[in-house]
Nanobody, 124 residues
Framework: QGQLVESGGGLVQAGGSLRLSCVASGRTFSYRSMGWFRQAPGKEREFVAAIKWSEGDTYYTNSVKGRFTVSRDTAKNTVYLQMNSVKPEDTAIYYC?????????????????WGQGTQVTVSP
């Protein structure tokens, strides 16, 4: 069983920066990719970014390209989401996720493990 624990959320002003972290434990050897989704009030959970665990290839949704950066530290079993130039529309609960088979899908049902989420609030 895999466990994911997020941290780093909080309140930030528009234009500011925030870094989210996600520490993985348990069956981390089985992870092929890790990533981030977010869910705003009244909206569906949406894909934000992901990284292939071994190769380090990264993927982003269009709305965060050039502003967010996903990275990983394999020695620490940790994935990060550096959020720069944040906007009020980035406000959401951010969830860390992991997938145990190859590929980077953008739908939540294709991922195997989830964290509890961390709140990010961007003020105007």
């Amino acid at each position: 069983q895999g466990q994911l624990v997020e941290s780093g959320g909080g309140l930030v002003q528009a234009g500011g920066s925030l870094r989210l972290s996600c520490v993985a434990s348990g069956r981390t050897f089985s992870y092929r990719s890790m990533g981030w989704f977010r869910q705003a009030p009244g909206k569906e959970r949406e894909f934000v970014a992901a990284i292939k665990w071994s190769e380090g290839d990264t993927y982003y949704t269009n709305s965060v390209k050039g502003r967010f950066t996903v990275s990983r530290d394999t020695a620490k079993n940790t994935v990060y989401l550096q959020m720069n130039s944040v906007k009020p529309e980035d406000t959401a609960i951010y969830y860390c996720t992991a997938r145990t088979i190859p590929g980077i899908p953008t739908t939540r049902d294709r991922y195997d493990y989830w964290g509890q989420g961390t709140q990010v609030t961007v003020s105007p």
